[in-house]
Structure formats: C-alpha cells, structure tokens
C-alpha cells in the first residue's frame, strides 16, 4: 500500500500517553470513568476522537470510554466497526445499542447496550463518578442513555479540564500543524493570486480550498471566509456571490485541517482606496500582531499580551471592534483552550500553538482581520503565518 510521501502524521506512540493522561486526570479528579463524544458536525465535532482514537468522525458519532487503568473502549454505531478498526488505533471496538436506528436490522453485526460494557469493565462494581465530555455537543438521545444506565452515578461535565491535556503540543504535533500552517500561507497566496475587482467572492475561495486539497488538507476548521465591502463588518461571515469591487476591503479567513489539526490565517486586503479608516485599523492591527509577538514566551502572562493588543487598538479608535478573546490555542479545533482574554490567569505554554487574532468588528464600520500562528517556545515565539500584516491591492 502506498501513500503519498514526506507528508507529517501524528506518531502512534502519543495515543498511549494520551490515554494516560486521562487516567492521570481521573485519578487526580477520582473519578472512576470518562466518556467522550464525537461526531462529525463542523467545528468541535470530530476533535477528542481525532485526538484519542486517530480517527475522522464520518456518519455516525462514537464515544471513548475509560474505565479505571483498563484499555479505553471505542463505542461505535453499526457501520463504522470496520472503519474504525482500519484507521482508528483503538483495539477494544464495540458496536453500541445506544447507537443503532430502530427501523434498521443489523443482522451480522454483535450489537452490545452500554451497560454491559460498563459491567464488564466494572466487574459488576458500579460507577460512582463519571466525567463526560463535551456534554454540551451530545445528542439528546445519547446522553438520556448514559444517564440511565449511570443512574446512580454522579454525572460531572469535565471538559474545561480534558480540554488543558491538549494545550502543550507533541514533536510529531507540532510537525503536523506547521505543515497545516504551510497548507494555509499557499492557500492564502492563492486567493491572493485571484483577488481584484470584478472576481466573485465564492471563486476565491474555490481557488484557496482547492490549493489546501492538492496539498493534503482534508477540509477547513471553520468554513473559508471571503468576505467583502458590507459583508466584512461581521465577525461570522459567509462567502456569497458578491463581486469584488474597487475601492473596498476584502477579508480573507482560512483555516484548513490537516490530519485533524488546524491552521488559522485571518487578513484584510486593501483595495484602491478603501478610506482613511479601513487603512487606520488593518494598520494598528498588524502593529498589535509585530509587538505582541515579541512578548510571546513560555511563562508570560496570555491576559498581558492581549490587553496590549486592545490598548493599540484603543489608541487607534478601535477599541469597541475587539469584541472576543484575541489568543487562543490551536489544535484538533481552531478554536480551543487555553483562551486568553480578559480576566484569564493562565500563562502561555512551551510547546503550544497559539493564535493571535486581532479583530475589529463594530457593525457600523467596515470590519477587519489579522490572525497570525505561533509556536511558543522557551525565549519567544515562533511565527507560522506570512509577513504581509497590511496588503495593497
């Protein structure tokens, strides 16, 4: 079987160590078991059994579940036993009850309900308390299912501390997302390439998805956004139909994923002559980008660098277009913790990818983007996004 050369990939070794860190997390926490969840919805879905079972959700959602120091247990729906035995590297696959469709006959499959899993994993002791993650993304019908068959169980929402094991990222991680980062600066350039008036927004993005694809990308994080003119001053955009014209702005959102890792470029192209404000913010924003950048390092406060951001911004009459947390870390989701924002106390990391977004977002303005990577190491950061902070079009 042959595969595409000299592509990065996750080291096999790390799904042990990830594996105990949950067991170490459910020590420190006593907590006799953890379930994670996963399906394929955009965004969060796929992150934790990407992360702790290797892989790409597809059809059907799955659950992780760790019992004690026993082998964790993937719980799939009937027709994704096969998949995840061929890509996943979880051994232990059990097709679940609670994940089957009550006008379907699965006639070969070996279908078991959650309690017998949990039975045998228990050896018939019970459960006393069980971490669930992410409790907010489970389908009604999966969760009334685990809170009946742990009834008795004090049911706890762990995920702001499963979602810290993933913020220092492994050699073979950082490998990964640099290469999702390099997919992302050539899918940039590629819009770039396309961009000038009278160019459909949706044509660009075609262009910057389909460089990702050639390069190995499987899909985006979030969806591309090329956005221009009155479709810019929001933070959420959608690429449409509109025509590029002169004289406007044009924001451009990237995020592709890569073997189930983010990159995330944001930038704002000025074209002709946008106006004396629209040249004012992307000019304090890439300032923001050059001076915090150089406050980035492992043990420096996340609050500290991002305050500064605001204050730039503030100087600049942009104070009430920041309107979300400007760091945050990068990984099996574009946008997880830690969050770095006002009132955070937590430090940035060694080995953690960051992403600083320095926005302006007041919907009675014309709205802008500059979003740079980093890898934080001991004395600085490393940036993995393209110089170009102020574009001229």
Known sequence: MQFKQNLPKIDPADYPKRW???????????LDAVILYGDDRATYGTALIRYYAGIPVHFEPMLILFVGNSEPVLLVGPESDGY???????????VLREMTHPDEVYLFSNIVGLRDVVEEKTHGSGIGRIGIVPKAYMGADIYGSIEKVFSGSEILDVEPGISMLRAVKSPSEIEVIRYAYQVANAAFRKGLECLRPGVCERDIAAEIE???RKMGTEGTGIDTMVSSGIYSSTIIARTTHKIIENNEIVNFTIAPRYEGYHAAIGRTMLIGDPGESAVKQVEAEARAQIECSAMMKAGARGETIEAHARQIMKEAGFETGFAYSGIHSIGVMEFEAPIYGPGSSECLLENAIISLDVPNYDR???????ECGYVVGRDGAECLTPDELVIRL
């Open 364 to 370: 009675q303005k014309i709205g802008s983007r500059t």
């Open 84 to 94: 995840a035995e061929l890509y996943g590297n979880i051994k232990d696959i059990r």
């Open 20 to 30: 105990d860190a949950i067991r170490a997390y459910m020590s420190q926490n006593e």
């Open 210 to 212: 389909y460089q990702a």
